[in-house]
């Protein structure tokens, strides 16, 4: 359990005008959406409005779901899928929860060495990018089954959106047309022919089908096994064959999906339910917010200021070693868990903060007699593409579900004859001790590549209750999660601890600034939108700080997409924040 008390280590010593600096957040006229009965927020509005659709139809949130994740195949190919993976965090309106693990599995015929070249190096591109950078896709799969095990409609009804979305077509924003351009597609004919007419490229307010999609989810709608062992597990093991790739139709026949017990812990007179591994979010989530337990964050100063942003990068950069060191697929490994959630050992690792100053990351010392040895962890010397949505139902049922293809449009690769992307989920595996992943994450040999495994993901769909006992469970207060690779994590703990303690609106909250620290690059990652003051004081204090993508000035400097629902605990109305980040995207509801 986390309590909240006075904690002498909390003692800021930063110059008194900092403590006088007001809210340091962009001012904007957004405010949060208002529904009476149920909401659904989704990066992309044709999905948002699918949701919705079934939902108003009698559907639950799971059955709303299955909808807005079909649809965002269709509507959102950079990270919607039929070919990649996710989680999906269920909270049932009688307070039940439940973990679906729909993760990508390293098909039978993967080797721990396979991105290696003859001298041992990384070969550059070949888990990023063509026939070998896919795991075997779980995004179907975990659709089928949470739909046949909570939902109350029919299959074909949830994906009915989905299958007219890819017939009939959608209507292309500015934004939507500009991310088909993307270099990872062109490099494969079949995927420059469907999003690219062959180079002749969409343009804003052109509408966009695709009948070969279509025609593959009306298959699944009307046989939902031919994808895993079906006519259609066999056009995409013939598919990989032809083009050298791994998986086989024995790989697609033996996938399954898990249903887990969820991460919890509290903070703050709240519940936390979140992600177990293979995501590594919940129980860093769970770490940090630990850390952060016993500090009254806004006698320290307003919502993103120097103290604030300081003491919580600390935090930040602590239980990323933990994620460093210890995480992979629990089916492989013996993981520490309980340790890591224990509040001793995050008051050891609170007691190592400097008030004053950061730790940099070479000095740092993990606590003694708390954790067993990491498996061969890298030393110390040495993107962010995917989609989240959020539902709440009119019973109160929630969704928290984050899928995606890894990197932007996956593999680049798109199956001929059925219209669909390929993940390249391999990077997600440590493909070599002591080398970071394409979001520059070092990672333990527990995530190393096996037959069968499930690479480790930061994906943190969370669900935040008030404060239940062991008679009753707490009421939904938060709907929440964010896509980001590296950055989700972080994403979703500032949104948590921007609503629970510095009290602002979860629109307010979606659209702040966002800072980052992973631990290893030791660097303080800021959003461009980041106030400059701060950054500077920071930098002053000791942190090495990036402006995120600075060197272009082309660039938003922006990452993740905060997709957030609040129960409002005296008015019971549902608050919707959809990220302004994303112009074509809503928050829904009625």
């Known amino acids: 359990m986390l309590t909240k008390f006075a904690d002498p280590h909390v003692r800021f010593r930063i110059a008194a005008s900092l403590a006088a600096l007001s809210l340091v957040i962009p001012a904007h006229a957004e405010q949060p959406t208002h529904a009476a009965h149920a909401m659904v927020l989704s990066v992309q509005h044709d999905a948002a409005d699918a949701g919705v659709s079934i939902l108003k139809q009698g559907g639950n ?21 039929l070919g990649g993976g996710g989680f999906m965090l269920i909270r049932d309106k009688h307070g039940r929860s439940h973990f679906l693990d729909y993760r990508e599995k390293a098909p039978a015929a993967a080797t721990r060495d396979m991105y290696l070249d003859a001298q041992g190096n990384i070969a550059p591109g070949r888990s990023l990018v063509g026939y070998l950078a896919s795991g075997v896709p779980g995004s179907v799969a975990g659709m089928i089954y949470a739909q046949s095990h909570f939902g109350k409609l029919s299959l074909a009804q949830d994906m009915a959106p989905a299958i007219k979305l890819a017939t009939d077509g959608f209507v292309l924003s500015a934004a939507e047309a500009t991310w088909l351009q993307s270099k990872n597609i ?30 593959t989810l009306t298959a699944i709608a009307s046989d939902p096994n031919t994808f895993y062992k079906g006519a259609m597990a066999q056009k995409i093991a013939a598919f990989e064959k032809e083009h050298s790739g791994l998986i086989t139709a024995e790989d697609l026949a033996s996938y399954e999906v898990k249903d887990r017990e969820p991460i919890k812990g509290r903070y703050h007179g709240y519940d936390v339910i979140t992600a177990p591994p293979p995501s590594s979010g919940g129980i860093i989530l769970v770490e940090i917010l630990n850390i952060l337990s016993t500090y009254d964050l806004p006698k320290l100063g307003p919502d993103r200021g120097t103290a604030q942003v300081h003491i919580i990068t600390e935090a930040f950069r602590r239980a990323y070693k933990d994620r460093a060191d210890y995480l992979g697929d629990p089916d492989f490994n013996q993981l520490p868990l309980k340790q ?16 004053d100053k950061p730790t940099p990351s070479a000095s740092l010392v993990r606590p003694a007699n708390f954790m067993p ?28 579900s984050t ?23 391999m990077d997600d595996f440590t493909s070599k001790i002591g080398v970071a992943n394409v979001y520059g994450l070092m990672q333990s040999s527990a995530n190393s590549i096996a037959p069968g495994k499930r690479p480790l993901s930061a994906m943190t769909p969370t669900i935040v209750t008030t404060r239940g006992h062991w008679y009753r469970h707490g009421k939904l207060y938060l709907v929440l999660g964010s896509p980001g690779g590296s950055t989700i994590i972080t994403t979703v703990a500032n949104d948590i601890i921007s609503v629970i303690d510095n009290h602002l609106d979860v629109q307010t909250d979606a659209d702040a600034p966002r800072f980052h620290h992973q ?50 605990p005296k008015t019971h109305e549902l608050l919707g924040g959809h990220d302004s980040r994303r112009t074509y995207g809503k928050a829904a509801g009625y």
Request: charged share 20%.
């Open 519 to 568: 631990y290893l690059p030791d660097r303080l990652d800021l959003e461009k939108s980041f106030s400059a003051e701060v950054g500077d004081q920071l930098k002053a204090m000791g942190y090495t700080t990036n402006r995120n993508q600075h060197a272009d000035e082309k660039s938003p400097g922006t990452w993740g997409d905060s997709e957030l629902i609040m129960v409002d």
């Open 340 to 355: 890591m959630a224990s509040l001793k050992y995050a008051a050891a690792w609170r007691s190592s903060i400097d008030p």
């Open 61 to 81: 949130a799971v059955d709303a779901a299955v909808a807005v994740h079909f649809s965002l195949a269709v509507v959102y190919p950079f990270a919607g899928n």
């Open 403 to 425: 899928t995606t293809l890894n990197g932007g449009y996956g593999s680049g690769v798109t199956v001929e004859g059925l219209g669909f992307l390929l993940n390249n989920e």
């Open 373 to 400: 040895q990491p498996p061969d962890s890298p030393p110390h010397k040495q993107p962010t593409d995917t989609t989240h949505f959020s539902i709440v139902d009119k019973d109160g049922m929630a969704v928290s």
């Open 186 to 215: 062109a490099r494969f004919p079949v995927s420059a022919h469907i999003y690219q007419r062959d180079g002749n490229f969409y343009k804003a307010g052109e509408t966009f089908q695709q009948p070969v999609l279509g025609a």
